[in-house]
């Protein structure tokens, strides 16, 4: 995953906008990493720390 992709596909994954602390979380550990992979794997981590429901796991978006 491209870093520049990371907030649309976890605001798609979530079905809501990310809140200010949240993006401020994911735009502080992507400027203290290097490399693309880096970043991906340490704005996962920070996203993570805030919101536990952000795993990309199985889900049933259907609430019927």
Not at 15 to 24: A, M, V, W
Not at 27 to 44: E, H, N
Request: aromatic share 6%; charged share 30%.
């Amino acid at each position: 995953m491209k870093p520049s992709k990371f907030v649309p596909y976890y605001e798609r994954l979530l079905g809501r906008t990310l809140g200010p602390d949240e993006l401020d979380a994911i735009a502080k550990a992507r400027g203290d990493s290097i490399g693309k992979r880096d970043a991906v794997k340490s704005m996962r981590a920070a996203l993570l720390e805030l919101v536990p429901d952000a795993h990309a796991s199985y889900r049933n978006l259907d609430p019927a």
